[in-house]
């Protein structure tokens, strides 16, 4: 372990890196496949349409495509990684990890490399895990990878379901940045005993895949119960994280909020008073990605001018698990 006096006083982000397929699928294509309208869809969840992964096409593609991307705005190569922390629900396979094949095919050296589930909470997880190992000395350059192709595990039939999710993926490169700046403040957690309100009952080693549970493999969800967590969670996981940070809500620039459903991030502006320029939304773009959502939020912020260097923003996630987070940080 390093001595005390070399730690980094300050951890951030030192690059962002985001990759989404080409396909798009919209409100127009699901009213062909299921009973359902544009008019409900927009309505009750904000979202117009979402990008669907091309068959043949393995996860982790986007993922590596994110991550080169990270690694060229840090100005840095693979060899100056030591740690990948790949956050997904939907890796390649259930073995070996994504993390693995990310790290091969990218060529970082041998190295502490994981993946990481909790669902769309994953990259805030994943994000506190950086901070926590490049903190303490343990790691210098942390990779984190946020990627979920949802699509993979959606039932088409299902209107409940198959209009809200999307694929995507998002990297970071995490380490020592100038003092003052990176992450100020984590608050996390999950309740477990919601743990069954959004499942898949096949494809583990309770229910191992077979031509009978087919149609077990696909995420379903009791909508309701985790739309009224998610409402519930939000505005303590943000004041926690605040309170970590020593900050007040008055300070924060910017919320990047997981992009679930446009009414609950509605209900969080409502409850602390942001106004649109302040807060990222581009759930009409590409729907729910999981894992994927926070980074391409932070993309989407950047490109709309809204995070540029001293930004204070409050990164707040929450789903399946039930899991949730916020991270507090100065761009
Ligand atoms: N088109 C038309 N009607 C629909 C559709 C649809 N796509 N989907 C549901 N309906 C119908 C239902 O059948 C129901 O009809 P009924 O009243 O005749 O029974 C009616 O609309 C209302 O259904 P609800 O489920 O109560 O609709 P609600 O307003 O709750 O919206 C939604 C559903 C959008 C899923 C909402 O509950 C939600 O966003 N929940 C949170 C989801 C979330 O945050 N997930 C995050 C985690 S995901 C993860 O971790 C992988």
């Not at 060529?107 to 994943?126: M, Q, T």
């Not at 959606?154 to 003092?179: H, I, N, P, Q």
């Not at 009978?212 to 009791?222: F, H, K, L, P």
Request: include cysteine; charged fraction near 20%; glycine fraction near 12%.
């Amino acid at each position: 372990m390093p001595p005390l006096s070399t730690l980094p006083q300050s951890v951030g982000v030192l690059g962002l890196g985001v990759s989404v397929p080409e396909r798009v699928l919209t409100n127009a294509d699901l009213e062909k496949m299921v009973d359902t309208t544009d008019e409900w869809i927009i309505s009750r969840t904000g979202i117009r349409e979402r990008r669907i992964i091309e068959e043949g096409r393995a996860p982790s593609e986007l993922g590596i495509e994110a991550s080169w991307k990270a690694l060229e705005e840090a100005g840095l190569s693979p060899t100056d990684i030591d740690t990948v922390i790949y956050c997904t629900f939907t890796p390649d396979y259930p073995m070996p990890p994504s993390a693995c094949i990310l790290q091969g095919k990218m060529g970082i050296p041998p190295c502490l490399a994981y993946d990481l589930n909790a669902a769309c909470s994953g990259f805030i997880f994943g994000l506190q895990n950086a901070y926590g190992l490049v903190k303490s000395g343990v790691a210098k350059r942390v990779l984190v990878v946020g990627a979920d192709c949802n699509s993979r595990f959606t039932d088409y039939k299902d209107r409940g379901t198959c209009v809200l999710f999307g694929d995507g993926a998002g990297a970071v490169v995490v380490g020592e940045v100038e003092e003052g700046r990176g992450i100020l403040g984590n608050c996390a957690g999950t309740d477990g005993t919601g743990a069954f309100l959004i499942h898949q009952m096949s494809g583990g080693a309770v229910n191992p895949p077979s031509a009978d549970n087919v149609e077990d493999q696909y995420i379903r969800m009791n909508g309701r119960e985790v739309y009224k967590f998610a409402v519930g969670v939000f505005g303590p996981a943000v004041e926690q994280a605040l309170d970590k940070a020593g900050l007040k809500i008055e300070e924060v620039d910017l919320l990047v909020p997981h992009q679930a459903n446009i009414r609950i991030i509605e209900s969080a502006m409502q409850r602390f008073g942001f106004s649109p320029e302040n807060v990222v939304i581009n759930i009409g773009e590409y729907g729910n990605t999981s894992a994927a959502s926070i980074p391409l939020g932070l993309d989407t912020a950047r490109q709309q001018g809204k995070l540029t260097a001293g930004t204070v923003c409050v990164l707040v996630a929450f789903g399946a698990g039930l899991t949730y987070g916020a991270t507090v940080l100065r761009w």
